[in-house]
């Protein structure tokens, strides 16, 4: 019996809470995940795991040997990633999800630049707004925005989204221009809800020192960003979008910008990976290069859009007029 080879399918069975699941992850037949495991028992003369038809337990005497697996293995592999940064760089598959909005408009784009750096990973990249269960999806990691409810998870943070309040022309023609965030009470808004607990999100306002955080009325609420926008650009309400999202919209004219004085808290984002898992060569270089993407991405800057810098223009230019005409008269007198 391969040692080595059997604590790691012991491991991924207790990660996986499933023979079944840590066969498909390993890439192994189910018939080889149960006898290593097995002959493990046998030649440690203990039992490991509790077996239903339901599912499966660790044991007191597995659990203790679970944690130690972890380490030695980790071991293994620190010594291995050692050498191979002397020889050769990361390869392998590399499964990853990510946010349906980062992924379409911040990291695919710019994937050529991770390919080109390192061209013996293979990704495997989910995009959804759902929150995924690392461990029982077997995904290596994750990029996620908003704050972390699973402190089971390593969290690098790599930057922030920030958002503006928008409408479509169209909307703003039929229903009136907000000039305060309690307007909106009046609107109609697109909603946004929680593909978790179904709970719709709140929105918040700051300018100075007011803070608000409202509820607002809505005849739609939607989980996944690409619809969220697109009920904005189709004129179904006022919306709150990110900054990298909404740009060419502004300068296309599709949408316009509204209650720009008033700020809208900033979204965290992390890379997240389960604790359990050693850190290897190819997700170590991931993460690193989501922090390098995100760290001068424009999108994730203080709002830099051209629209947004004509718009503040403009109202600069409404400040000043009236000054320059009380000088001109003052000047004439």
């Known amino acids: ?71 030695i293995l980790a071991d293994v592999r620190d010594a291995e990633d050692a050498l191979s940064k002397t020889r050769a760089s990361p390869s392998g598959r590399l499964r990853v999800d990510v946010a349906t909005g980062l992924g379409r408009h911040l990291i695919i784009p710019a994937l050529p630049q991770f390919f080109k750096r390192y061209p013996d990973i293979q990704l495997e990249i989910g995009c959804s707004d759902r929150p995924v269960d690392l461990i029982e999806e077997g995904v290596d990691c994750a990029v996620r925005g908003g704050v972390l409810a699973d402190s089971t998870l390593i969290a690098r943070r790599v930057g922030s989204l920030h958002f503006i309040t928008c409408a479509a022309p169209s909307y703003i023609a039929l229903n009136g221009r907000p000039v305060h965030p309690r307007d909106l009470l009046q609107h109609q808004c697109v909603n946004y809800f929680s593909a978790k607990t179904g709970k ?13 955080q409202l509820r607002m009325p809505g005849r739609v609420a939607l989980n996944d960003s690409d619809a969220y926008v697109a009920a904005c650009l189709a004129g179904v309400g006022v919306a709150q979008l990110p900054i990298s999202v909404v740009c060419p919209y502004l300068q296309s004219g599709q949408l316009e910008l509204l209650l720009e004085d008033w700020q809208v808290d900033p979204l965290p984002l992390h890379v997240v990976y389960p604790q359990n898992r050693h850190l290897s060569a190819k997700v170590r270089v991931f993460v690193e290069w989501i922090a390098e993407l995100f760290s001068d991405h424009p999108a994730l800057q203080i709002p830099e859009c051209p629209a947004m810098k004509a718009e503040a223009a403009r109202k600069e230019e409404e400040v000043k007029a009236p000054q320059v005409r009380r000088k001109k008269a003052a000047m004439a007198t």
């Open 1 to 71: 019996m391969d040692k080595l080879q059997a604590m790691e399918v012991f491991v991924q069975v207790v990660d996986a809470g499933s023979f079944t699941r840590a066969a498909d992850q390993m890439q192994l037949p189910k018939a080889t995940v149960s006898t290593l495991i097995r002959n493990l028992e046998m030649a440690l003369s203990v039992k490991l795991l509790n077996r239903t038809t339901r599912h499966i337990s660790v044991t007191t005497d597995g659990a203790a040997y679970y944690e130690r697996c972890l380490a």
């Open 200 to 212: 719709i999100f709140e929105w918040d306002f700051a300018m100075g020192d007011e803070r608000l």
